[in-house]
């Protein structure tokens, strides 16, 4: 194997990971100035012009920040657990493609890091043990405040990975593949989310819980468990839990954007000289800049649900995930692959353009079904 072949992947995941770094400084930013513009304030705009400067200051913060470490804690967990939660929110966008290739120096360079045929496998199993650190973040503790946390994470994941894992088929359906190359190619035409509306709309709700954003933050809930598995740290180490959640939400909007807004490909309904002149194909510049206009949407939507709802009951929370998402997921699941295999066998378009019909027929019935027990319940009719 040629030489340049290392140093290429190595450039390219130095790249991504620093990237990554500077967006969740900078995402930070965002999140303070939309949540100061829904609740009608300023926000931070006193660290350099119009507050560009805030991130930068709060690192410094953190980084001279004194570090307590309690005496009774498991010494080597508690260190290590903060290093396991960030690493996995690295590592998991190394499968995602950012853009097509260009030529530097006679050589074709892709903007991704690894291109692998089962990249959505790749995705579920790396989401799937980032849950580790924070597990391990409250055990190791010797605090019981903590240690609820971390098991109310745990239980969390377990509750809607299933979920997850039955968005994650809904888009290999219809994308017939599990690369996320050939997902983003099989949405050249229209982007999934036109075909199934529900599964996009599920799976940007099951990747909060995943990511323990609000309203799904239990493990966190500081007016009842004192901030939760983190609650003994402080210093750099808190600050790396804390990276890591806001590099999971770019990482989430990112694989939400691939599995069912396009990727980095143009709008599919930019037809004629306008789909020429601002092609993918044509500018490959183009790719990045139309995925992060994509990512900072999302990321926006994740924004606002947090000044929107409050923070939900834990036992809801389980009930939500096991008697609501999880059977609508399988319905929806169900629905793609009979419309799709209807329209293969019987070669009439109609029954795949039902797909969107019939789920979200079935979004509907779950959400009467949701409004339905919650007003029984404000009337004490249990």
Known sequence: MDWTIWLEWFLKGLILCLLLLTGFAYLTLYERRALARIQIRVGPNRAGPQGLLQPIADAIKLIFKEELTPAKVYRFVFILAPVLTVVPSLIIAAVIPLGTSFMLFGREITLYVANLNVGVLYLMSIASIAVYGIVLAGWSSNNKYAMLGGIRSSAQMISYEISLGLCFAIAILLGNSMNLNDLVEAQRNIWFVVVQPAGALVFMFVVLAEVNRAPFDMPEAEQELTAGYHAEYSGMKFALFFMAEYQKMIVVSMIGATLFFGGYREPWF?????????????????????????????????????????????????????????????????????????????????????????????????????????????????
């Open 270 to 382: 930019m037809t004629g000289w306008l789909n020429g002149l601002f092609s993918v194909d044509r500018f490959w510049f183009l790719g990045p800049a139309y995925l992060f206009i994509k990512v900072i949407l999302l990321l926006f939507f994740m924004i606002w649900i947090r000044a929107t709802w409050p923070r939900i009951r834990y036992d809801r929370l389980m009930a939500l995930g096991w008697k609501i998402l999880l059977p609508l997921t399988l319905v929806i699941a169900f629905i793609t692959a009979t419309g799709i295999l209807l329209q293969q066998e019987l070669n009439n378009p109609l029954f795949y353009w039902s797909i969107p019909i019939l789920s979200i027929i079935c979004l509907l019935a779950a959400v009467a079904f949701i409004y339905r027990d919650l007003r029984r319940k404000s009337h004490g009719r249990f």
